[in-house]
């Protein structure tokens, strides 16, 4: 049985279309991934799923429930942690957890989450006193408190340090293993293609592709690449003439080698030939932010500097 099912769903506000014809399936169990940048219709999506919002057209289920008719049904199996979440300043851990829960019939144990989350420490600490990881936590604490089914994490790692982004990504694959569905939305690549078993490229309010990080990558990967420089000058052709080689680009003093089949030791023994040493040399390894570009021509979205330290 499908978790959520989403078909041809549509949602424009005034002239600008946020949402166009968007159409996947989250299977029980999964962690699916919606990745896309900012403004691809990724937050609407999550948020018409979650009853949040209206769309224009199209249809949703959750668990077999309309979020716009079957509000009650849905809330009682759905949690969600928004993009921009926040508490007042003064209340603390235990009792955010604890208003929460108040709203279900059958709540999950606040003590047992807040253990399970790594906050237990923190119950008496004031909102306003948290790190933003233990804020994140708290946030996915009460999207949990009310023993859902499927959960909405949406941008959850935006900001964090790197050993945050690492704990997160950890507290995640627990949930997942507990027995949530996790609907993950994120405009980063590398979290999507850690965490997800499969993932939806949605851009421009559309869906471009479905399927596992590593299907996808290699859909649209271009084949192997080489980068290395030369030791000592070296005629284009030698590689070219490989049948292993599709393309040969030199920028500066560096090569780059695109090909298939044994690539790799087709080019190390061309360049023995002619007494060529291949300095520096590395295999590049395809990424699903290679992939995204594939599908969509955009340049994802990167970390910063200190979120690229924790991959």
């Known amino acids: 049985m499908n978790a959520l099912e989403v078909r041809h769903l549509h949602k424009r506000y005034g002239r600008h279309v946020a949402v166009d014809d968007v159409s996947f399936d989250v299977e029980e169990g999964e962690i699916f991934g919606i990745i896309g940048p900012n403004g691809a219709g990724k937050t609407t999506t999550v948020e018409s799923i979650a009853g949040l919002r209206t769309p224009d057209s199209g249809s949703i289920s959750v668990l077999g429930f309309d979020p716009t008719t079957d509000r009650a049904q849905v809330r009682e199996r759905l949690g969600v942690q928004l993009q921009e979440s926040s508490f007042p300043d003064a209340i603390t851990v235990a009792e955010a957890l604890d208003l929460y829960a108040s709203f279900y019939r059958r709540p999950a144990d606040p003590r047992e989450l807040l253990e399970m989350l790594g906050l237990a420490e923190k119950r008496g600490t004031r909102y306003k006193a948290l790190s933003g990881g233990q ?167 990167s970390p910063s500097p200190s979120e690229r330290r924790a991959r």
């Not at 290699?218 to 003439?241: C, H, K, M, N």
């Not at 087709?266 to 002619?274: F, I, P, T």
């Not at 395809?286 to 994802?300: E, I, K, N, S």
């Open 135 to 301: 804020k994140q936590r708290l946030s996915i604490a009460v999207a949990l408190v009310g023993n859902p089914k499927v959960a909405i994490l949406d941008e959850l790692t935006t900001g964090l340090d790197p050993q945050a982004r690492r704990d997160t990504w950890d507290l995640v694959e627990r949930v997942r293993d507990a027995g949530v569905t996790v609907l993950l939305v994120t405009h980063f690549m590398d979290e999507a293609e850690r965490l997800s078993d499969r993932v939806a490229v949605v851009d421009g309010g559309r869906v471009a592709a479905v399927g596992t990080p590593a299907g996808l990558i290699a859909q649209a990967s271009a084949g192997q690449q080489i980068r290395f420089r030369a030791s000592r000058p070296l005629d284009e052709s030698v590689l070219t003439a490989l049948p292993e080689v599709t393309r040969v680009e030199v920028v500066d003093d560096r090569w780059l080698v695109t090909g298939e089949g044994q690539l790799l030791s087709s080019v190390a023994g061309a360049l023995a030939r002619e007494q060529v040493v291949a300095e520096d040399l590395r295999v590049a390894q395809r990424t699903l932010d290679d992939a995204f570009v594939a599908l969509t021509g955009r340049v994802p979205a």
